[in-house]
């Protein structure tokens, strides 16, 4: 995206280089990088910051808004809702593609958007250990919005562990060290000083939460929930837990970020946007007659992650199997740029754009960011096997 800076890094690359990286990556937290890392991080011009930020601002405008909640009570399913909700997320993402408008010039359009956490603990050691093999110009950065590395990592401490004792505050998941993306939890723990505990391995007295200390040996209470859980994932892996605690009860833990909030910020929530750089979205069961141009649509079931039920190659046929149209969203496609230059195929690059929400605060800030490159018809590891310079990765902003 930026021609000067692609070429250097383009020609500077070799293979041993960047094996010889990847071993010191790996070498914190031996085998807990299950993803595939790629070749090659972005460098954003200021110009097309700009656009991304500007876009980032005003679906921040409408989460901020006194009626968003009121707006987002039905997406929330009600086997779902847990009580003691508190006023805003604790974290924001929200995901672009990087596309080719009808002049062809680039824009970002976004694609998704959570109320959720995200790797915002890896993200501050893979970008430091690419500047140790790579050459990263000195003004272009992952941070965003004046932070650095020191004042990102405090806020992340009050976001995360507020005033608590770290002992106090968990990271919770399930079966966390079999996660593909337990790096990040490793690296949160490295930073804050809390344990990543398994939705298992929760003690339960009254409405009070305990776990085992690792450290310790004790049995330590639970104040803080620094939440990695979502209930679809935890559904389908029901059967094989075991007894755990229903963590929809009323119980005296903060969350950080509530898991309402997954719901609230969500794929629900892009119809209600209204920007150049969103798409037209609609809910299914509102559409009173299909598009004659289906093909340029996508449909997305509301209720899930990862990408999973997502039609792309749409048919009539597809709409006509739907029993709940309440739960699905149509969603304008749009045209990913083969913009960063590798050896073999150009990639596509979605961005992900990373909030902070303090406590007490009118609005979220941005923070960081990460990006996954593919050469697939989307973004993810079933589409592009076998393919090299496609991954995890991330931007670097010019300041």
Known sequence: MVPSLRKAFNEAFTEQQFEAFLQDLNHLHPGAIEFRVAETPEFIPKDFGEKIVEACENIIDLITDPGFKTLTE??????????????????????????????????????????????FGFQVYYPDMLRKYFDIPDNYSQYLNGYNRESYLDDLRSVIVGKENPENVILLEIKPHLQKTRIDFYCTQDYLGIQPVCITELIQEGRKLFYINEKTGHKTEVKRIYNRIIFDDLYAQKETLGSFVDIRQDLDVEWVS??????????????????????????????????????????????????????????PKD?????????????????????????????????????????????????????????????????????????????????
């Open 74 to 119: 039905r997406a929330i399913p009600k086997n779902d809702f847990v009580p003691n909700e508190n006023s805003h997320a604790h974290f924001i993402a929200l995901d672009f593609a990087v596309c080719l408008n009808e002049d062809g010039e680039l824009e970002p359009q976004l694609i998704e958007m959570q109320g959720f956490p995200t790797l």
């Open 258 to 315: 509530h898991p309402n909030w997954f719901y609230r910020i969500s794929k629900y929530t892009l119809p209600f946007i209204h920007h150049p750089f969103v798409p037209t979205t609609y809910f299914l069961n509102e559409i009173k007659q299909i598009p004659a141009d289906l093909e340029n649509y996508v449909l997305k079931p509301l209720f899930s992650f990862a990408g999973q039920g997502v039609v792309i190659d749409l048919k």
């Open 319 to 399: 709409l006509e199997t739907i029993s709940d149209p309440e739960n699905w969203i149509l969603q304008k496609k749009v045209k990913y740029a083969d913009v960063i230059i590798t050896p073999d195929l150009p990639a596509k690059v979605e961005v992900r754009m990373m909030y902070f929400w303090k406590n007490g605060e009118a609005r979220p800030k941005l923070a960081i960011n990460l990006s996954r490159l593919s050469k697939g018809k989307m973004i993810g590891v079933r589409y592009n096997k076998d393919k090299t310079w496609v991954g995890g990765s991330v931007c670097y902003f010019e300041k």
